[in-house]
């Protein structure tokens, strides 16, 4: 079992509707949770990140976190363009690892 | 703050042929540090770990090696590459938040 599994989409989605992207992880006892935007060639960068159980938003980006269903998800709402990249869930399974999913790409249509 | 320096941005080797990804980082002192490489439409995948001078933590067998000679150096190895060895290497700093450098693309040919 993968540490951390993402759908590979391609998920393609229209210009101003809601992408929303999956994650589960298998460490029950992961505490921290991160969203990356990764555009081709180049370095992930950080989006989100989320502690606790519940939703956190941060403008067009909601991360939802449900840690008895070992799920994290995220919402990006009015989607642009520019969105388009693939998506890097990471999760922390102890102090020192990052365990990252294969990650999501999403296209958004003009 | 955190400054992560990585080189070269790309290179191409030949298989057989030896290997050294260079990584050093600015303003701090005593930082954890990674290396991740990513395969193509593949996640990033840890290769290394390091909490200090002289400590290496491998996640996986593979035909790289990894040392830290100074604190704020990190060096990727390689005696033989082979064509699995081509992706994107990346150093990571971490300091409660994640650091990434410009990354590596290695192509074996």
């Known amino acids: 079992q993968k540490e951390v599994e993402q759908n590979s989409g391609p998920l393609s989605v229209p210009e101003g509707a809601i992408a929303s992207l999956n994650c589960t992880y298998s460490d029950r006892g992961s505490q921290s949770f991160f969203w990356y935007r990764q555009y081709s060639g180049k370095s992930p960068e950080l989006i989100m990140f989320i502690y606790s159980n519940g939703d956190k938003e941060d403008g067009r980006f909601t991360a939802q976190l449900n840690k008895a269903s070992q799920y994290v998800s995220l919402l990006i709402r009015d989607s642009q363009p520019s969105d388009s990249a693939t998506y890097l869930c990471?999760?922390?399974?102890?102090?020192?690892?990052?365990?990252f999913g294969a990650g999501t790409t999403v296209t958004v249509r003009a | 703050s955190q400054t992560i320096h990585q080189w070269p941005a790309t290179l191409v080797q030949p298989v057989g042929s030896p290997l050294s990804l260079e990584c050093t980082v600015e303003g701090t002192s005593n930082p954890n540090l990674y290396w991740y490489r990513q395969a193509a439409g593949r996640g990033l995948q840890l290769l290394f770990y390091s909490v200090g001078i002289g400590q290496i933590s491998s996640e996986v067998p593979q035909n790289l090696s990894a040392s830290r000679p100074q604190d704020r150096q990190f060096i990727l190895s390689s005696k033989k590459l082979l064509l699995s060895d081509s992706g994107f290497y990346l150093c990571?700093?971490?300091?409660?938040?994640?650091?990434f450098g410009q990354g590596t693309r290695l192509t074996v040919v």
């Open positions: 990571v700093l971490r300091e409660g938040v994640t650091f």
């Open positions: 990471a999760v922390n399974p102890n102090d020192y690892k990052l365990s």
